[in-house]
């Protein structure tokens, strides 16, 4: 006896268990197919839920279901596959009321969702650390819940992952896929194709052409000369092109995991990748769409590319004008509405469906709608920030998760593989080659070339949705995509290491002579980068630039670089600012931060020239782009703002990624750096030159590198004609010169500045001895009224007797102990703080020379002379 059944379609599982009966026939029934479907849908709408029992003594149903069998035998006559299955109640009662949850939709669906995105989420906190890419996590997560390992239990594959919930789960998996590549279309600027150079177009074109004509010809020579599946032969050539292409978003994924994205080899990477890529896509939707439309018998090719091209320029000259008004109407600085990001979700679901219904993939519209969105804040980056999260770690694991189901590498013929895997190598030498040839003829070192080819031939989501692709098409069959998914998932997960083997982005940012203030020329320029996160570092660190007394014997040359977090965005960018123009995408962004130094500049002409910078880069990375610049531009100090900013009001506000930043800084930067804290009184005092009032400068000089760098620096300062410079030497009672070779430079220097300031009234110098650092601090406390600025030196000996007792207390390590001491939030101390470390990132051979065998680093205190209290630590 039949039990009531729904009509669907084939599981992507196979065949369903619950499946009675099949039907199929290549004649033609005689009876409309709309007939048919409609007798079928009306015997299901009498027949009710699972709950409705069917009498067999009642004539009435023994002629329904002889009504249900001939509806679904004339149906099977139009080559369609017929499954019954049992109907899924959607929501449970609860187990307290002998419901079970997993015979209900909505608890599988759920249950499904958790497992993926827990299985994804676990893998990716162990392999990240070690160097693998988060899709290589993703998709190993898939193949977890699919045959290989899960599926290999049927009962719990039954209960989990039953075939009927899979069109549910499917429906998730893509609605997943429709918005992550809508956010692929968002981070892209297409701006970069323009920006590209003669290298990466000549590369970009290189590894896409290569690979694909070495891999078609391979392919032909295999159908010719290899006994091989029927099936599998007419497919090669697809599975040659579809090896050769190229996907930006992977490559940018793969570098920001592993932290290249703003390396010299990752913008190169960036920049071919986007040729390569939209070689790629034309070529690859050019195939496809012929493809699909070949299969049907009325051929409409051209109504399909016409109404596609309809559907873009509506969205270039409709959709995106729209998202330029909503952006224009957002003040700056302010979120944008909810209502327009309403707006623009209805976009993405609506070009999804117009692309469906015109013949091409519902994928293609959201792209397309992606890249027509304005990049960055505030409206492209409110979308990444509210769909990134969601879409990436809960709703795409499920697609890898279905993805999985689809693959069983048990089923697999032999021949089929060694077929298939020499296709993947032969492509994967034929992109290596085609990178690395060009790469090598531009003088680029073997290993830097080595590496991009590797990092080119990375695959990522949107391969996968293309052998998905072609596999309903039919380009290729089952067993070839789940070699070819396997052959991907191997090849990415080994290209990761290898190419942090290969690979240091910090060798490039190494310096091999010595830029400090200490060695530089007395009469040679000052080069100084300035780096700004926000407007309100602006006027402390021109007040600190003007303390530096540029001359026109030893002029300044300052490096402005604005610093902002890339929103929205997959590619960094580093803009160099000219004179009369501004050609940067966020000009109104850093508009006041460049007039303000171009106002100090005019101000100071023939001693001061600014050159100005903008770079958006994530946080992770944005040390690359400021060591990058300051070993280009030979500066000789770094200035960066500290992570906390005081504001006149006396409250805080803190950015801990900026803290991260100004950390890799202190690793990473080729020269001596400084971290300034400003506390509010320093941006707000007047021009020294303009001030009536002489600035006074207070040296504390325990000693080491890190000290004679801070009273070089000090030094420089002297010779300004409004400020006044204090040297404070704090001994230890009774001490002698533990070390020699630093003694003997740390009184050379301080004869250096008293044998050469001897008729120079505004320099003093004088020594307090102390026993301990309770007597250390009373010292810095009674300075703290008598100077607006005070330097001391970053870290010195851990077993200094004068810093005893301060030591076990270093709430911010990155400012040295006395540093910690004044602009930690439990003193009561106002003061401005600069925190100078010596350049501490040689080259191993210079590090290996005596001459520069010595301890790294320094701090500058700036403390205005009412205000400051600093208070000794007892234990």
Not at 43 to 52: F, I, K, N
Not at 773 to 784: D, F, H, K, P, Q
Not at 848 to 869: F, I, N, T
Request: hydrophobic share 45%.
């Amino acid at each position: 006896m039949l039990e009531p059944c729904r009509w669907s379609q084939r599981s992507p599982l196979g065949t369903p268990k619950a499946c009675k009966r099949r039907y199929n026939s290549s004649e033609k029934s005689q009876i409309p197919l709309k007939q048919i479907k409609s007798r079928l849908a009306g015997y299901l709408m009498r027949s009710g839920s699972d709950d409705t029992e069917i009498q067999s003594s009642s004539n009435d149903v023994v002629n329904e279901r002889e009504a249900m069998a001939t509806a679904m035998h004339q149906l099977g006559q139009y080559n369609r596959s017929v499954a019954c299955q049992p109907y899924r109640k959607i929501i449970s009662r609860g187990i307290w009321v002998g419901d079970n949850p997993f015979t209900f939709a909505t608890p599988v669906l759920l249950s499904q969702l958790s497992l993926s995105a827990f299985v994804t989420g676990t893998l990716q906190f162990i392999l990240t650390p070690l160097g693998e890419t988060a899709f290589v996590s993703q998709m190993i997560g898939g193949l977890l819940t699919g045959p290989l390992f899960l599926g290999r239990n049927r009962k719990l594959e039954a209960r989990i992952f039953p075939e009927d919930s899979f069109y549910v789960y499917e429906t998730f998996a893509f609605f997943g896929c429709l918005f992550f590549l809508f956010l692929v279309g968002v981070k892209m600027d297409l701006s970069m194709v323009k920006k590209s150079g003669k290298k990466a177009l000549v590369i970009g074109l290189s590894s896409f052409f290569v690979p694909l004509i070495v891999n078609t010809s391979i392919s032909f020579i295999l159908m010719e000369t290899v006994t091989m599946d029927p099936i599998l032969r007419p497919s090669l050539p697809f599975v040659a092109a579809f090896q050769s292409v190229c996907s930006f978003h992977v490559i940018a994924d793969l570098l920001t995991d592993l932290k290249l994205l703003n390396s010299e080899l990752g913008h190169l990477a960036m920049s071919s990748s986007m040729i390569s890529g939209m070689c790629s896509w034309v070529s690859m939707g050019i195939i496809l769409t012929v493809q699909q439309n070949l299969t049907s018998e009325h051929h409409p090719t051209l109504w399909v590319c016409l109404s596609l091209f309809a559907m873009v320029i509506t969205i270039i000259y409709i959709l995106r004008p729209l998202m330029f008004w909503m952006v224009r109407k957002t003040a700056e600085g302010k979120a944008i509405k909810e209502f327009y990001i309403f707006i623009v979700f209805l976009m993405v679901l609506v070009c999804s469906f117009f692309g469906d219904v015109l013949g091409q993939h519902f994928l293609f519209g959201p792209v397309v709608l992606g890249l027509a969105v304005p990049g960055g804040p505030p409206l492209g980056a409110a979308l990444v920030d509210k769909l990134d999260s969601f879409v990436s770690c809960i709703l795409l694991p499920s697609y890898f998760a279905a993805s999985g189901a689809q693959i069983d590498l048990f089923s697999v013929e032999r021949r089929n593989f060694g077929v298939l895997q020499l296709m993947v190598f032969s492509s994967f030498m034929g992109k290596l080659m085609g990178t690395m040839v060009p790469s090598l003829y531009c003088r680029m070192p073997f290993r830097d070339a080595l590496s991009l080819g590797l990092i080119l031939n990375a695959k990522g989501l949107v391969d996968l949705l293309l052998l998905k692709r072609a596999m309903q098409l039919k380009l290729i069959d089952q067993q070839s995509y789940c070699i070819l998914v396997v052959s991907m998932v191997l090849v990415t997960g080994t290209i990761s290491p290898l190419v942090k083997i290969l690979y240091n982005p910090s060798m490039r940012s190494t310096a091999y002579t010595r830029r400090t203030i200490l060695h530089a020329k007395p009469d040679a320029e000052l080069r100084i980068l300035v780096c700004i996160y926000r407007q309100d570092n602006v006027p402390s660190i021109i007040n600190l630039l003007e303390a530096s007394n540029p001359t026109r014997e030893s002029p300044l040359l300052i490096y402005v670089l604005h610093l902002i977090e890339l929103l929205g965005r997959a590619s960094p960018v580093l803009v160099a600012h000219q004179k009369d123009r501004m050609r940067s995408s966020h000009p109104n962004r850093s508009e006041h931060i460049i007039n303000a130094f171009r106002l100090y500049e005019r101000q100071n002409k023939e001693t001061v020239s600014v050159y100005p910078y903008t770079a958006v880069s994530p946080y992770g990375t944005m040390h690359s782009d400021i060591s990058g610049l300051a070993l280009d531009k030979n500066a000789t100090l770094v200035i960066v703002p500290f992570h906390k900013q005081w504001t006149m009001g006396g409250t805080i506000e803190s950015i801990n990624a900026i803290r991260n930043v100004n950390r890799n800084i202190l690793n990473k930067a080729p020269c001596s750096i400084g971290i300034l804290v400003d506390r509010g009184t320093f941006s707000g005092s007047l021009s020294i030159s303009l001030s009536k009032s002489l600035y006074s400068v207070g040296v504390i000089f325990l000693g080491g590198s890190d000290d004679r760098e801070a009273l070089a620096y000090a030094m420089r300062m002297s010779k300004h004609p409004n400020v006044n410079l204090t040297a404070i030497r704090i001994l230890e009672h009774g001490q002698k010169n533990r070390m020699m070779t630093e003694g003997n430079l740390d009184n050379e220097m301080i004869k250096e500045l008293r044998m050469g300031n001897m008729e120079n009234e505004r320099v003093e110098y004088r020594e307090e001895k102390v026993r301990n650092g309770i007597g250390t601090a009373r010292v810095i406390r009674s300075l703290e009224n008598s100077y607006d600025l005070i330097l001391v030196g970053r870290r010195h000996a851990t077993d200094s007797p004068l810093l005893r007792g301060l030591k076990d207390w270093n709430e911010f390590p990155e400012l040295g102990y006395i540093g910690d001491m004044v602009a930690s939030t439990d003193s009561d101390c106002e003061a401005s703080i600069l925190v100078v470390q010596q350049q501490a990132y040689l080259a191993e051979a210079l590090l290996d020379s005596p001459k520069y065998h010595e301890p790294d680093y320094c701090a500058v205190v700036l403390v205005p002379r009412h205000v400051a209290k600093v208070r000794p630590i007892s234990r």
